[in-house]
């Protein structure tokens, strides 16, 4: 039985790398003659061209590779009777499968994994009676990929049937594994023991983090089990590790606050949660808000949209937001965090020497300070190759635009800057303090 299709060569290297590059699902073959997948295999075809290439043993009459096969029956999204999950897995595990991902001992978290990527809850839940029936041990990877369909899928999923698997896992495992861990914790903060969290959440820590999604889901179940104190703890404590959640938890939040607590104060917390920790709210909490503050909050409020300009002055209300102010010793510790970690970087060798830091510490010394400063080569060669403004020409309309403003600006090159048209650099010397590097193709020759 033969495949046809280009190839470049006939070496055994050329064969292994197009076998391994069509057993993945997203490439599919087209047959020439317009044969189904279940006829004669002879004709097929890549850009044109045939060639005759052996890829499965002699016997075959099925095209779909293992994966392909056991992804259409899950998509079939009907019940099965055991006699034909024996027919599939048996099946499966028959057909070619070059990736090498699927076996007997694989297979059955790979069914599961596949009913998760379809989302087909019942099905899911008929494959581990099926495998009960037979009298099989579930794996734990198995249960933990169905741990997070259940979450994925409710409420077509159950307190009960999430705590009877659950349990399961449990008793099997001493130590949890992260993902597993994850998963666990999503699917029992649908039930009554979602507080159980608390332990699984050391697992997680021991081998990761917490991520974004997963406090979140912890944020949002405190909320919604009338915990608010917890909820904004584990908000502060995602924030203190540079995390935000989605805009669910705010949610949540509003939703308790329309059950428990409809006032303003509800809106005003979140509000200053998210000055304190410069958090920017999306599209959907302004929505939130705007919902909760015109139909929660009594009596009701107007509440518009609007848009901020760059003098901080409100296009609604037109009222200014305050400026930020920062002490000396708050822009001194900023000034030497920048010049530290941005401008020497952690080695100073890979972009500059130590004579040329000092040199531009100095240059520092005499100059400040400096309303802006301009990173000349970015900005220059910022619209690319084929924009037909000049460099050059593109930096002075920056420089133009910050000058109008009466700013006194700094701008840090290379010296192959100096290749540029005289006059027109002249004129940024003119209007700006210059710093020029030398040339990292020096620096690397050095």
Same mark, same amino acid.
């Not at 081998?207 to 919604?224: K, P």
């Not at 935000?244 to 428990?260: D, I, K, R």
């Given at each position: 039985?033969?495949? /046809?299709?280009?190839? #470049?060569?006939?070496?055994?290297? $050329?064969?292994?790398?197009?076998?391994?590059?069509?057993?993945?699902?997203?490439?599919?073959?087209?047959?020439?003659?317009?044969?189904?997948?279940?006829?004669? +295999?002879?004709?097929?075809?890549?850009?044109?061209?045939?060639?005759?290439?052996?890829?499965?043993?002699?016997?075959?009459?099925?095209?779909?590779?293992?994966? =392909?096969?056991?992804?259409?029956?899950?998509?079939?999204?009907?019940?099965?009777? =055991?006699?034909?999950?024996?027919?599939?897995?048996? !099946?499966?595990?028959?057909? *070619?499968?070059?990736?090498?991902?699927?076996?007997?001992?694989?297979?059955?978290?790979?069914?599961? %994994?596949?009913?998760?990527?379809?989302?087909?809850?019942?099905?899911?839940?008929?494959?581990?009676?099926?495998?009960?029936?037979?009298?099989?041990?579930? =794996?734990?990877?198995?249960?933990? #990929?169905?741990?997070? +369909?259940?979450?994925?899928?409710?409420?077509?999923?159950?307190?009960?049937?999430?705590?009877?698997?659950?349990?399961?896992?449990? !008793?099997?495992?001493?130590?949890?594994?992260?993902?597993?861990?994850?998963?666990?914790?999503?699917?029992?903060?649908?039930?009554?023991?979602?507080?159980?969290?608390?332990?699984?959440?050391?697992?997680?820590?021991?081998?990761?983090?917490?991520?974004?999604?997963?406090?979140?889901?912890?944020?949002?179940?405190?909320?919604?089990?009338?915990?608010?104190?917890?909820?904004?703890? +584990?908000?502060?404590?995602?924030?203190?590790? /540079?995390?935000?959640?989605?805009?669910?938890?705010?949610?949540?939040?509003?939703?308790?606050?329309?059950?428990?607590?409809?006032?303003?104060?509800?809106?005003? $917390?979140?509000?200053?949660?998210?000055?304190?920790?410069?958090?920017?709210?999306?599209?959907? %909490?302004?929505?939130? @808000?705007?919902?909760?503050?015109?139909?929660?909050?009594?009596?009701?409020?107007?509440?518009?949209?609007?848009?901020?300009?760059?003098?901080?002055?409100?296009?609604?209300?037109?009222? !200014?937001?305050?400026?930020?102010?920062?002490?000396?010793?708050?822009?001194?510790?900023?000034?030497?965090?920048?010049?530290?970690?941005?401008?020497? /970087?952690?080695?100073?060798?890979?972009?500059?020497?130590?004579?040329?830091?000092?040199?531009?510490?100095?240059?520092?010394?005499?100059?400040?300070?400096?309303?802006?400063?301009?990173?000349?080569?970015?900005?220059?060669?910022?619209?690319?190759?084929?924009?037909? #403004?000049? *460099?050059?020409?593109?930096? @002075?309309?920056?420089?133009?635009?910050?000058?109008?403003?009466?700013? !006194? @600006?700094?701008?840090?090159?290379?010296?192959?800057?100096?290749?540029?048209?005289?006059?027109?650099?002249?004129?940024?010397?003119?209007?700006?303090?210059?710093?020029?590097?030398?040339?990292?193709?020096?620096?690397?020759?050095?």
């Amino acid at each position: 039985m033969h495949f /046809g299709w280009r190839t #470049v060569s006939k070496t055994p290297f $050329t064969l292994r790398l197009l076998t391994r590059l069509f057993a993945n699902p997203r490439y599919q073959l087209r047959s020439c003659t317009g044969k189904s997948q279940a006829e004669n +295999l002879e004709d097929f075809e890549i850009d044109g061209s045939t060639a005759n290439l052996q890829l499965e043993p002699p016997g075959y009459s099925n095209t779909l590779f293992a994966m =392909n096969f056991l992804q259409s029956k899950i998509q079939e999204r009907r019940p099965k009777e =055991n006699e034909e999950w024996d027919e599939i897995l048996e !099946k499966t595990l028959e057909l *070619p499968n070059y990736s090498s991902n699927i076996n007997k001992v694989s297979i059955n978290g790979v069914v599961m %994994t596949l009913c998760l990527q379809e989302k087909n809850f019942d099905l899911a839940l008929q494959f581990l009676k099926y495998l009960e029936d037979k009298g099989e041990e579930i =794996n734990h990877g198995t249960l933990s #990929v169905f741990m997070k +369909l259940c979450y994925s899928c409710w409420p077509d999923s159950s307190e009960e049937i999430i705590l009877k698997y659950y349990d399961i896992l449990r !008793k099997r495992l001493t130590i949890i594994d992260t993902f597993t861990a994850e998963n666990c914790i999503l699917a029992i903060s649908l039930t009554s023991r979602w507080k159980e969290y608390k332990e699984l959440l050391e697992h997680v820590k021991f081998s990761g983090s917490i991520g974004r999604n997963l406090y979140t889901v912890l944020v949002s179940t405190a909320f919604r089990n009338k915990q608010p104190n917890l909820g904004w703890s +584990l908000l502060h404590q995602a924030a203190t590790e /540079g995390k935000t959640v989605t805009s669910a938890a705010y949610s949540a939040w509003f939703e308790y606050c329309a059950e428990n607590n409809p006032t303003v104060q509800g809106a005003e $917390t979140l509000l200053k949660f998210s000055h304190e920790w410069n958090i920017g709210l999306d599209d959907v %909490t302004a929505d939130d @808000i705007q919902q909760y503050f015109e139909q929660i909050v009594k009596p009701a409020w107007k509440v518009e949209h609007t848009s901020i300009n760059l003098s901080g002055t409100c296009m609604a209300c037109r009222r !200014k937001l305050p400026t930020i102010f920062i002490t000396k010793e708050e822009f001194k510790k900023l000034s030497e965090s920048f010049l530290e970690n941005v401008v020497i /970087g952690k080695d100073v060798f890979t972009k500059s020497t130590p004579e040329e830091v000092d040199r531009f510490s100095q240059f520092l010394d005499r100059s400040l300070p400096y309303d802006v400063v301009i990173d000349g080569l970015n900005v220059a060669l910022a619209l690319g190759s084929r924009s037909s #403004v000049a *460099p050059i020409d593109f930096l @002075i309309d920056v420089v133009n635009y910050f000058l109008d403003r009466d700013m !006194k @600006i700094m701008i840090i090159g290379r010296l192959h800057m100096l290749k540029w048209p005289k006059q027109k650099f002249d004129y940024i010397k003119k209007n700006c303090k210059v710093f020029l590097a030398q040339n990292m193709y020096y620096l690397l020759l050095k």
